[in-house]
């Protein structure tokens, strides 16, 4: 079975410039998650979705992020502008329809340079 | 508010040895915990589960916690280590229904080694 699949797997920007990560969900999943991880602050939830629908967005850092997932099979988060305290590893992650209970399953993550 | 500490950076084993890595936690309400671990440039593998019954939870690789509701613990243990288990160890706790919906909480991480 195909796992949780991201993309770039990585990127290296300028500052300033947008920069969209992808993620697609294992098939039947109903929950979809966006982590960012850095040394400094180690693994932080910056947004979930049940059901396509945005849940809790108070781990998005400011206005530049921003999270969608049009339908069940895929989610972005975007960077518009980009700055380099950006740079992290962002991964997606996803779970199934029991809730609490289920595994969250991670991709491989997109790893992001800004400079 | 749920929490997760891990208090240990950083853990060294000899292969062979057991090992153990801790993790306490925070919550109101009865708490789900998982294990995860990250090898270098890798994304998060889930290990093992506890969700309810038996305190002793056996998982991928050779790994087991016991979850310890007194000292609100999940430790992490392995009879016998290997060198290739020299990777990230993440703790992570979730409360069904809890303020902390369905996110899971995740400790800062103990990078274990094993050498030879």
């Known amino acids: 079975d195909a796992g949780v699949i991201q993309s770039p797997r990585h990127e290296v920007t300028e500052m300033g410039q947008e920069v969209t990560l992808r993620c697609k969900p294992i098939?039947?999943?109903?929950?979809l998650f966006w982590y960012r991880q850095t040394m400094m602050r180690g693994l932080e939830l910056l947004i979930y979705?049940?059901?396509?629908?945005?849940?809790?967005d108070s781990g998005m850092p400011e206005d530049r992020f921003s999270a969608k997932m049009p339908n069940a099979s895929f989610s972005t988060l975007k960077i518009q502008p980009s700055e380099p305290r950006d740079s992290a590893v962002y991964f997606c992650?996803?779970?199934?329809?029991?809730?609490?209970?289920?595994?969250?399953?991670f991709g491989e993550g997109s790893w992001l340079t800004v400079v | 508010a749920q929490s997760v500490a891990q208090p240990e950076d950083q853990v060294n084993v000899a292969e062979g040895n057991p090992l153990t890595v801790k993790c306490t936690y925070s919550v109101s309400g009865n708490p789900y915990l998982f294990w995860y671990v990250q090898y270098p440039n890798r994304g998060l593998q889930f290990l093992l589960k506890y969700i309810t019954g038996d305190n002793l939870v056996k998982g991928s690789y050779g790994f087991e916690a016991e979850f310890n509701k007194s000292q609100t613990s999940f430790h992490l243990k392995k009879p016998s280590a290997l060198v290739s288990d020299s990777a990230l160890y993440f703790c992570a706790v979730r409360v069904p229904r809890g303020g902390g919906g369905n996110k899971l909480t995740f400790g800062t991480g103990t990078q274990l080694k094993v050498e030879l």
């Open positions: 979705f049940n059901n396509n629908v945005p849940i809790d």
């Open positions: 098939s039947g999943h109903n929950s």
């Open positions: 992650a996803s779970s199934g329809t029991q809730g609490s209970q289920n595994t969250i399953y």
